[in-house]
């Protein structure tokens, strides 16, 4: 999937939104190609008792985005209107209904097409908008999305070092080596 990127004739990105939409996409297809590289039978996976599987990291992966999603394209914005398992809650339904690795992937790909309508709709000035982030401080929408894209990308790690530890190669070590 490419995300439509508007470039100008100088080859860049038009604006921060794009850029931002283009970074969030580059992640999500990284996190999509590490689930891929897990066989479905080791979606249970779990390198010890206390940490999440693959299928719950992924499911996490998706309750936090569908939340952000949520939470940073509405025009009254408050990460503090519940209590962090209620928010989830409000948005989150689908990723805990997805159990498969084939529903899992297909989450991955309508999740983020939806967000990228939602966040295009909501508009780039919208993203400028202060909020009161979790931690109690003051922040633009757009800090709050590159936040949750951060997260995104450490739980892709995640995802590469439960490959390693199920004895596989992790699909961006493939990539890089050419395979």
């Given amino acids: ?26 992640v999500r297809a990284g996190v999509i190609d590490e689930l891929r590289n897990i066989p479905p039978s080791k979606l249970d996976f779990r390198p010890t008792a206390e940490v999440r599987s693959v299928r719950e990291l992924v499911q996490h992966i998706l309750e936090v985005a569908m939340m952000m999603t949520g939470e940073l394209t509405r025009p009254d914005t408050d990460l503090h ?15 805990w209904r997805a159990k498969t690795k084939a529903e899992l992937l297909a989450l991955l790909r309508s999740q983020f097409r939806e967000a990228e309508r939602k966040f295009r709709a909501a508009g780039e000035i919208a993203l400028f908008q202060l909020l009161t982030r979790f931690d109690g401080k003051r922040g633009t929408k757009f800090t709050w999305w590159h936040h949750g894209i951060a997260h995104e990308e450490y739980h892709r790690g995640q995802l590469a070092t439960y490959a390693r530890l199920m004895g596989l190669v992790p699909a961006l070590t493939k990539r ?4």
């Fill in 1 to 26: 999937m490419k995300i439509k990127a508007r470039s100008s004739a100088e080859g860049y990105l038009s604006s921060l939104l794009e850029e931002t939409l283009e970074a969030w996409w580059d």
């Fill in 176 to 179: 890089i080596q050419g395979s």
């Fill in 81 to 95: 209107r519940a209590p962090w398992p209620k928010l989830l809650s409000l948005y989150a339904k689908p990723a």
